[in-house]
């Protein structure tokens, strides 16, 4: 029996020359949340060029599963490979099974382990500057550790140091100019000599140039520091292969994207889902406590970290930093019932996915709970994807959760952060989806 494939819907509001690009451009979550109330796959436009967005969670599902048939591409993609060109987080299938076993090594559990006294060293270096009544601004102050522990993480010789902490304001500047490429797959707009542009590109030429350095430094030096890039460079297949200086160049440049601006709003997010909910916030300060009871947080104290991690989860759920992904069709396909043809960009989002309307009313809600004993309440398939899924579900998930789990309890050990008047924090949905303006007042509890 032949099941007959029905045309997509299109999403009303289309503008001439612009398409979907203004209302993704300035009302983003309320114009995704939006498209399923017109079917599970829905057409949008932008610019000129057609698109797709996957709407209902089993069609996430499918998408991500089936990386043959939907393939890493489109203008996320297509953005990324401007800075990361085809690394592991980029490359298309052909590529990926090779780079994920060369890459693996590097988050292997052992080094994990290694990687968390990096985090911990360098989040506590970071709080110890924090003093009674200080006013900060949470998404600096957590880009700051986030950026310091890539920095550590992945290039711990101080040869390099100076060159590093350079790559980190870099990539403030290039996150900043990432969403607005993802709008105007064209390049029209972006290839304008505006000063915005002109910033953009210089910040990329010299992430090229930097990274470039480190590793001609890494290899003239020909020791192993324990990071990231010497793992990278010691790194073997079966057959004895290695990653090219190409190679390695864009998978240090995609990890430390990852690494730096997502995991940071993760942390702001987490923190702000503290300072509205007190009672949350005592029993987690319980629990770090009753850590430290057994020696001092670490590595060792993650499994006595439950609720903390289970707050991160949750921060990841409510507002996945990583909001917004496309994939390539590789022929003509079909998804939920509808005909997608060959070389169509599809879009998932992970915000909609973990807002459907039609999941249960209370997953709105901030509920660490469902990630306790056991998981029974956890999201359903296609309804948790902050790490995407399939073959292709990031490699650096583990990192990430470790990352913002010691350096949500350290801060928790120090210190409460009490939330200044102002406007209501709101999303701010870019490249990275974070907090709006986030100011919290430091109260010590411990020094």
């Known amino acids: ?227 990231m890039l010497s793992m990278l460079l010691s790194a073997r297949d079966e057959e004895g292969g290695t990653l090219s200086d190409a190679e390695i160049h864009d998978q240090v440049l995609q990890f430390f994207l990852a690494g730096t601006s997502p995991a940071a709003a993760t942390l702001s997010w987490a923190l702000h889902l503290l300072s509205t909910r007190p009672e949350l916030t005592r029993r987690l300060e319980t629990e770090v406590e009753t850590a430290l009871e057994s020696g001092p947080l670490g590595w060792d104290a993650l499994p006595r970290l439950a609720l903390t991690r289970a707050v991160i989860l949750e921060a990841l759920r409510i507002h996945p930093p990583a909001w917004l992904f496309s994939r390539i069709a590789t022929c003509d396909t079909e998804l939920a019932g509808c005909s997608v043809p060959a070389g169509s960009s599809v879009f998932y989002s992970a915000y909609l996915s973990h807002h459907h309307p039609a999941l249960p009313g209370e997953d709105s809600e901030c509920a660490p709970e469902r990630w306790l004993h056991g998981g029974e309440t956890q999201p359903a398939r296609g309804t948790y994807v902050p790490f995407g899924g399939g073959a292709r579900k990031c490699i650096g998930d583990e990192f990430a959760l470790v990352e913002d789990t010691l350096v949500l309890a350290l801060i928790t050990a120090r210190c409460r952060l009490e939330p200044m008047p102002g406007k209501p924090v709101q999303p701010v949905p870019r490249a990275t989806m974070r907090p709006s303006a986030f100011t919290t007042r430091i109260h010590q509890r411990r020094n």
């Not at 590093?164 to 707009?189: H, N, Q, S």
């Open 1 to 227: 029996m032949t099941t007959t494939l029905v045309t997509p819907p299109t999403a009303p509001g289309a503008r001439p020359f612009v398409g979907h690009a203004l209302q993704l451009a300035f009302r983003p979550l309320e114009f995704i949340t939006g498209l399923p109330a017109f079917g599970d796959v829905v057409c949008i436009r932008l610019g000129r060029r057609q698109a797709y967005v996957v709407c209902s969670p089993d069609a996430v599902h499918h998408l991500l599963t089936d990386d043959r048939t939907f393939d890493k591409g489109g203008p996320v993609y297509d953005r990324g490979r401007e800075l990361g060109g085809d690394g592991l987080l980029t490359c298309q299938r052909t590529l990926h099974r090779r780079q994920r076993r060369l890459v693996q090594p590097a988050f292997h559990k052992e080094q994990l382990a290694r990687y968390a006294s990096i985090m911990v060293e360098q989040a506590t270096a970071e709080i110890g500057t924090w003093r009674d009544g200080d006013v900060i601004d949470v998404n600096a102050r957590m880009l700051h550790i986030t950026n310091r522990i890539a920095a550590r993480a992945f290039f711990s010789s101080d040869l390099v140091r100076i060159r590093a902490e350079e790559l980190c304001d870099l990539m403030v500047v290039y996150f900043a100019g990432l969403y607005w490429r993802y709008l105007d797959p064209t390049g029209l707009v972006t290839r304008l000599p505006l000063p915005a542009n002109r910033r953009y590109q210089h910040a990329v030429h010299e992430i090229h140039a930097a990274t470039a350095e480190i590793i001609k430094s890494y290899r003239a030096g020909g020791t192993d520091h324990g990071d």
